[in-house]
Structures are given as C-alpha cells and as structure tokens.
C-alpha cells in the first residue's frame, strides 16, 4: 500500500517562506502525480500545485509565482516551497496521489498545518 506522510508546517509571518515535504513508501517513479492540497478552516479542499511522473506541473492561481512543486527522486520526495506567503495561505496542508489531471484518490494523510500570521 502506497503511503504519503507530510511534514515540514508550522508558523511563520506574512511573506515568509516554508518548505512542506511529502515522503513516499515506494519508489515516486512508480505514482503517475502527486499533488499538494490544502483545507482551510471552513473551505473545501483545494489542489495547491500537482507534478507528474513526467514533470508536469500544475498551480493555483492564488500560489503562481510564489509556490514551487519539485521532486526528489533519489529520496521519494515531493517538496512544495512556499515563498512570500500570505494569511489566506493558512491551511492543512496534504500530500496525495493523483489522476494526471491531479485528481487526488488515496486516501488522506494527518496533513501538516501551515499557519500565516500578520
């Protein structure tokens, strides 16, 4: 059974930077996209950023030009580096396998919290 586990939330102030990971059981060649999600407090959850096997990548609009969806295939690892982040930012963040339209359909992980204050 595949296996996604988030790590890396925490606090930080507006228009600082985090970096969220998401560590796979199996090999990440073998999971056709990860996606990286996130629920606000009263919102439905909503895809951030996704990559494929291939590199694809794919962004929210709120998060183009300050989030970054990478990989690191030697350690199974999916990073999201979240740059000038802003309060409507705060969110669970989850990590998930996807669709290649980045449909997530594991299921979900604790998540990893990402607080942006003023």
């Known amino acids: 059974q595949v296996q996604l586990v988030e790590s890396g939330g925490g606090s930080v102030q507006a228009g600082g930077s985090l970096r969220l990971s998401c560590a796979a059981s199996?090999?990440?060649?073998?999971?056709?996209?990860v996606g990286w999600y996130r629920q606000a407090p009263g919102k439905e959850r909503e895809l951030v950023a996704g990559?494929?096997?291939?590199?694809?990548?794919t962004y929210a609009d709120s998060v183009k030009g300050r989030f970054t969806i990478s990989r690191d295939n030697a350690k199974n690892l999916v990073y999201l580096q979240m740059n000038s982040l802003k309060l409507e930012d705060t969110a669970v963040y989850y990590c998930?396998?996807?669709?290649?339209?980045?449909?997530?359909?594991?299921?979900w992980g604790q998540g990893t919290q990402v607080t942006v204050s003023s």
């Open positions: 998930n396998r996807a669709t290649m339209d980045f449909r997530p359909f594991s299921s």
């Open positions: 990559i494929s096997r291939g590199g694809r990548t």
């Open positions: 199996v090999n990440i060649f073998s999971i056709d996209a």
